[in-house]
C-alpha cells in the first residue's frame, strides 16, 4: 500500500497540521483508516457531517442528482436550487438567498452585500466591526474580518474596512461605531475562537445599538446554524434577528456549500453585483436540500439540545474530577474544554491513538462538534475513551 502520509509531505503545501490518521470510509459517526481502524468521529468534518458520514438520506440524493444533471449555470434556472432557497427562506427570518461554495465565500459575500446598503442608504459607510478571536474565513478580506493577528500578520498589509473589537462587549462596538460604519458582524458563538458563548443579553444590545444607528447586523453562523447548537439557527436562541446571516459547513451534510440569507430591506444587490460559476449547482443543493429537509422534519436540533446537554454534564463531570480542566463551554454540539496549559495536542493525539477524533481548537482547549444525530451511547463512548486520558495526563505533570 502507498505510504499516503509520506506522499502528502512529498507533494503537498506544508500548510495543514495533520494528525497521523488517513481517513478512507465514513458511516455516521464512525470512520475507518486504510488499515481497517474505526474512530468514532466527533469533529464531523470540522462541523461539517451534520447527519454523520454518508447518510443515506444525503448519499441517496447526491447520486440522483449526479444521474441528473450536475452543473449548468447561474444563467438559467435549476429546481434543487430553488427548492433549497424555499427551505432555507421559510425556516428562518429572512426573505431572500444567495448560494455560493464555502462559509468564507458567503461571509464575504455578506460583507459586500453590506457594504452595497451602505453606498445605497448610508452615505456611502462601508465598515464593518467584527470582533477579536472571531473567525470568518481565509480569504485576504476575510482574514482582516478575522479578528486574529495569527491569521493577520503574515498578509498585511490587509484589504481596509474592518475594525476588530472586543467580543461579549457592546461598549466597544458603540465605540468603534462611526458614521462610515454599515455593519456589525458577529458570530452567535464564536467557533474557531475557542467555543465563546455570550452573556444572554449580548446579542439583543447589539441588535439594538444597530436599530438606533440604522446599521446592519450580519451574523456569520457558517458554524453555529443548521442545528449546530440545538436550535435550526443560533439567533433563535439569543431573542435577535439578524439583517443578514452567512451560513456554510453544516449545509450541504458533507458536500461544500455556502449561502447567504438577508432581509427584504437589505437584499439590495442589482442583476450583475454578484455572481458565481459554481455557487447554487445542483448537485450541491441536492445534498443541501436533503439535509436541511432531514434536520427539519427529523427535529434534529431538539435532539442536539438534548445530546448536547448530556455531553456538557459529563465533561462537567470530568471537569470537577480534573483539577486542570478549568472551562466546559458551547451550546448543543458545539462543546469545549478548556485546561490550565497546553495540553490539547497531547490530549487529542492520546484519543486518537484510541479511537477517538476530537480536535484541538486552541493549544489549550478541545472542541467536540460530532454529528448532530449521535447518541447517548455514542457520547457514552466518547466519554470512556477521554476519562482514562486524562486521567494519564493527569499523572505525567
Ligand atoms: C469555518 C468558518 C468559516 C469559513 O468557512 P470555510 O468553508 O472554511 O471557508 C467562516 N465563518 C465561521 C464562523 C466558520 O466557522
Redesign the pocket.
Known amino acids: 500500500m502507498a505510504d499516503w502520509q509520506e506522499l502528502e509531505k512529498k507533494y503537498f503545501m506544508r500548510t495543514f497540521k495533520r494528525m497521523p490518521l488517513t481517513v478512507v470510509r465514513g458511516e455516521g459517526a464512525r470512520v475507518w483508516d486504510e488499515h481497517g481502524k474505526e474512530y468514532l468521529d466527533f469533529t464531523s468534518g ?1 462541523a461539517v457531517n451534520s447527519l454523520g458520514h454518508c447518510h443515506p438520506a444525503v448519499v441517496g440524493a447526491v447520486c440522483e442528482q449526479a444521474r441528473t444533471l450536475i452543473q449548468t449555470s447561474n444563467q438559467f434556472y435549476t429546481v434543487p436550487q430553488i427548492k433549497l432557497a424555499e427551505l432555507l427562506v421559510e425556516n428562518s427570518c429572512l426573505d431572500r438567498v444567495f448560494f455560493c461554495n ?3 465565500e458567503a ?1 464575504e459575500g455578506a460583507v459586500k452585500l453590506a457594504r452595497r446598503y451602505g453606498k445605497l442608504h448610508l452615505g456611502g459607510a462601508y465598515k464593518v466591526i467584527t470582533t477579536f478571536n472571531s ?4 480569504t485576504l478580506t476575510m482574514v482582516a474580518a478575522t479578528g486574529q493577528p495569527k491569521h493577520q500578520e503574515p498578509y498585511t498589509p490587509l484589504p481596509n474596512g474592518f475594525v476588530n473589537v472586543e467580543y461579549n462587549k457592546v461598549g466597544a462596538i458603540k465605540e468603534a461605531t462611526t458614521s462610515e460604519t454599515c455593519a456589525v458582524m458577529l ?1 452567535p458563538i464564536q ?2 475562537g475557542g467555543v465563546n458563548t455570550p452573556d444572554d443579553d449580548y446579542l439583543k444590545e447589539v441588535r439594538a445599538w444597530c436599530d438606533d444607528k440604522g446599521i446592519l447586523l450580519i451574523l ?1 453562523e ?2 453555529t446554524g443548521i442545528g449546530r447548537i440545538g436550535s435550526l439557527f443560533g439567533y433563535e436562541q439569543f431573542g435577535v434577528e439578524p439583517d443578514i446571516m452567512a451560513l ?2 453544516g449545509l450541504g451534510g458533507g458536500v461544500p456549500i ?1 449561502a447567504f440569507l438577508a432581509k427584504e430591506k437589505a437584499s439590495v444587490f442589482a442583476p450583475g453585483e454578484h455572481g458565481s460559476t459554481f455557487g447554487g449547482n445542483p448537485l450541491a443543493c441536492a445534498a443541501g436540500y436533503a439535509t436541511l429537509k432531514f434536520i427539519i422534519e427529523g427535529d434534529i436540533p431538539s435532539k442536539v439540545k438534548q445530546t448536547g446537554a448530556y455531553l456538557i454534564s459529563e465533561l462537567e463531570r470530568l471537569k470537577s474530577k480534573f483539577d486542570f480542566i478549568v472551562e466546559v463551554r458551547g451550546r448543543g454540539l458545539l462543546e469545549a474544554v478548556q485546561f490550565d496549559r497546553d495540553l490539547s495536542d497531547r490530549v487529542v493525539r492520546a484519543c486518537l491513538e484510541r479511537g477517538l477524533l476530537l480536535n484541538p481548537v486552541k493549544p489549550n482547549a478541545v472542541r467536540f462538534i460530532p454529528p448532530l444525530n449521535i447518541t447517548k451511547s455514542d457520547v457514552d463512548e466518547a466519554i470512556a475513551v477521554l476519562e482514562p486520558v486524562l486521567a494519564e495526563v493527569g499523572k505525567e505533570r
Do not use: M, T
Open positions: 470540522w464555502s462559509g468564507a461571509v473567525f470568518h474565513g481565509r458570530e467557533g474557531e456569520d457558517v458554524q456554510g459547513k455556502g
